[in-house]
């Protein structure tokens, strides 16, 4: 009588956060800034974002609005400093939608295999509706959801819209 033996693969299991904000911005003007003015964030976010900059050098020639082109994220605060690279892995015109996933980050990659940042910028009466999900897998069932980082998003979210209001208020007067 033989035994049979079953392999059992363990499947990682992904978790979302979501969050919606009313910003007082155009959806084109705040998706604009995400996909193809991500250069603007330290000055946008000076006191945590030192800087971003292209890295891939096969998208150089069609500049940052690129599926595929990867940023490198220099960010900073009272302990230093650390830098994450991610990719452009969608983005749908009609609809204001961009997918990043992070691809390399000492300090998000001892939490979590993967981190993917879904933006969708939706026009209404008063500026657009930001919608974010964040999706994660986590190295362990002892990590926690990556709470933090959509705290940090939204914290983004409303300083571009500050930064596009207080830019476009100068550019009126």
């Known amino acids: 009588m033989s035994k049979k033996r079953e392999n059992m693969a363990l499947v990682e299991s992904e978790s979302q956060l979501k969050s919606q904000l009313t910003?007082?911005?155009?959806?084109?003007?705040?998706?604009?800034?995400?996909?193809?003015?991500?250069?603007?964030?330290p000055k946008i976010m000076p006191q945590e974002i030192r800087n971003v900059?292209?890295?891939?050098?096969?998208?150089?020639?069609?500049?940052?609005?690129?599926?595929?082109?990867?940023?490198?994220?220099?960010?900073?605060?009272?302990?230093?400093?650390?830098?994450?690279?991610?990719?452009?892995?969608?983005?749908?015109?009609?609809?204001?939608?961009?997918?990043?996933?992070?691809?390399?980050?000492?300090?998000?990659?001892?939490?979590?295999?993967?981190?993917k940042v879904v933006y969708k910028f939706s026009p209404n009466d008063s500026g657009c509706l930001a919608t974010v999900t964040l999706i994660s897998v986590k190295t362990n069932d002892g990590v926690p959801d990556p709470k933090e980082y959509m705290d940090f998003i939204?914290?983004?979210?409303?300083?571009?819209?500050?930064?596009?209001?207080?830019?476009?208020?100068?550019s009126t007067a």
Not at 27 to 40: F, H, M, Q, R
Not at 154 to 170: E, F, G
């Open 154 to 170: 939204n914290k983004m979210l409303y300083k571009v819209d500050n930064y596009l209001q207080n830019t476009s208020t100068r």
């Open 53 to 115: 900059e292209l890295v891939k050098d096969d998208c150089l020639s069609v500049g940052w609005q690129s599926v595929g082109s990867k940023r490198l994220w220099t960010f900073k605060d009272e302990c230093g400093s650390w830098k994450d690279i991610v990719e452009a892995k969608a983005v749908v015109d009609e609809t204001k939608s961009i997918t990043w996933t992070l691809v390399d980050g000492k300090v998000p990659k001892e939490s979590y295999n993967s981190l």
């Open 23 to 41: 910003l007082k911005s155009p959806a084109d003007e705040v998706s604009d800034i995400y996909w193809g003015k991500c250069y603007l964030f």
